[in-house]
T-cell receptor, first 113, second 114 residues
Framework: AQSVTQLGSHVSVSEGALVLLRCNYS??????LFWYVQYPNQGLQLLLK??????LVKGINGFEAEFKKSETSFHLTKPSAHMSDAAEYFC???????????FGKGTLLTVNP | NAGVTQTPKFQVLKTGQSMTLQCAQD?????MSWYRQDPGMGLRLIHY???????DQGEVPNGYNVSRSTTEDFPLRLLSAAPSQTSVYFC?????????????FGPGTRLTVL
């Protein structure tokens, strides 16, 4: 069984500030982890994924995430927020099958000018 | 490639009506899944398929049926719509093979049940 907890349903940052979105997971098997982004009224788009090849994963649009097994975390960061980053972000875990993702409840990111 | 397509984009039903949400993909992916998205709940898996003729239940299957007669199509049927099924529905597909292959999502169908 697996689960995902995203800390903070809403995060607000100023343009140019650090973005930190938190994700903790639970999995009974070695996990594969994903971050997806959803812009208003659109589907989900993959930002990045952890596949055990490297603990620091770089994704699109300047985002990156670090897998920390000891903390069961996969937090998403971006050094400098842009207005276009405003969206909802979902962390997901695959516990052995890529057709059965378990999603967190999402974090809405607001970027203030 | 069109990727994953879903129709309709919007639908309003009355309680008790039935309908089918269509999903198609042109990437020759073996795996397909249906999720529903509700505010504050994230996405929850309804049904999934690992290939033509093979389907199984996800986390919230009650009130929904699926079938997969071809690789490309994976329709979701609501048998007797209820207000609790008001949601946004997403179809996704992924290739078989490694378990970290990403899922590709369609644009969604926004369903309202009155």
């Amino acid at each position: 069984a697996q689960s995902v907890t995203q800390l903070g349903s809403h995060v607000s940052v100023s343009e140019g500030a650090l973005v930190l979105l938190r994700c903790n997971y639970s999995s009974s098997v070695p996990p594969y982890l994903f971050w997806y982004v959803q812009y208003p009224n659109q589907g989900l788009q993959l930002l990045l994924k952890y596949t055990s090849a490297a603990t620091l994963v770089k994704g699109i649009n300047g985002f990156e995430a670090e897998f920390k097994k000891s903390e069961t975390s996969f937090h998403l960061t971006k050094p400098s927020a842009h207005m276009s980053d405003a969206a909802e972000y979902f962390c997901a875990v695959s516990g052995g099958s890529n057709y059965k993702l378990t999603f967190g409840k999402g974090t809405l990111l607001t970027v203030n000018p | 490639n069109a990727g994953v397509t879903q129709t309709p984009k919007f639908q309003v039903l009355k309680t008790g009506q039935s309908m089918t949400l269509q999903c198609a993909q042109d990437m020759n992916h073996e795996y397909m899944s249906w999720y529903r998205q509700d505010p504050g709940m994230g996405l929850r898996l309804i049904h999934y398929s690992v290939g033509a003729g093979i389907t199984d239940q996800g986390e919230v299957p009650n009130g929904y049926n699926v079938s997969r007669s071809t690789t490309e199509d994976f329709p979701l049927r609501l048998l007797s719509a209820a207000p609790s099924q008001t949601s946004v529905y997403f179809c996704a597909s992924s290739p078989a093979g490694t378990t970290y292959n990403e899922q590709f999502f369609g644009p969604g169908t926004r369903l309202t049940v009155l």
